[in-house]
Nanobody
Framework: QVQLVESGGGLVQAGESLRLSCVAS????????MGWFRQAPGKEREFVTA????????YYADSVKGRFTISRDNAKNTVYLRMNSLKPEDTAVYYCAARASYLSSSDYYTRSDEYNYWGQGTQVTVSS
């Protein structure tokens, strides 16, 4: 069982930056591939970025590529999402997600149904 707690959301102006954190409980974090998703009002949850359990492989949605960076610190059971050059269309609740990835240290996952564990979400609001 893994519990995820996100933090770092807030209200910023367009062009500014934020860093989200997601802390996982338990001692098995190093076996979990991680992802970030977001959901804007009236829209479906969408994939943002993912990272393999080893941290060596990352993948980004086209809408955030070049602006967002995912990273992880397995010693701290934490995955981060650095968001630069924020736009009003980035406004959403951001969720981190985890799934066990025992077979490969380089696999990542982009579909929400591939993840078993979810955090409660943190609100990011970008004003124009």
């Amino acid at each position: 069982q893994v519990q995820l707690v996100e933090s770092g959301g807030g209200l910023v102006q367009a062009g500014e930056s934020l860093r989200l954190s997601c802390v996982a409980s338990g001692q098995s974090f190093r076996w979990y591939a991680m992802g970030w998703f977001r959901q804007a009002p009236g829209k479906e949850r969408e994939f943002v970025t993912a990272i393999s359990r080893g941290g060596g492989t990352t993948y980004y949605a086209d809408s955030v590529k070049g602006r967002f960076t995912i990273s992880r610190d397995n010693a701290k059971n934490t995955v981060y999402l650095r968001m630069n050059s924020l736009k009003p269309e980035d406004t959403a609740v951001y969720y981190c997600a985890a799934r066990a990835s025992y077979l490969s240290s380089s696999d990542y996952y982009t579909r929400s149904d591939e993840y078993n564990y979810w955090g409660q979400g943190t609100q990011v609001t970008v004003s124009s």
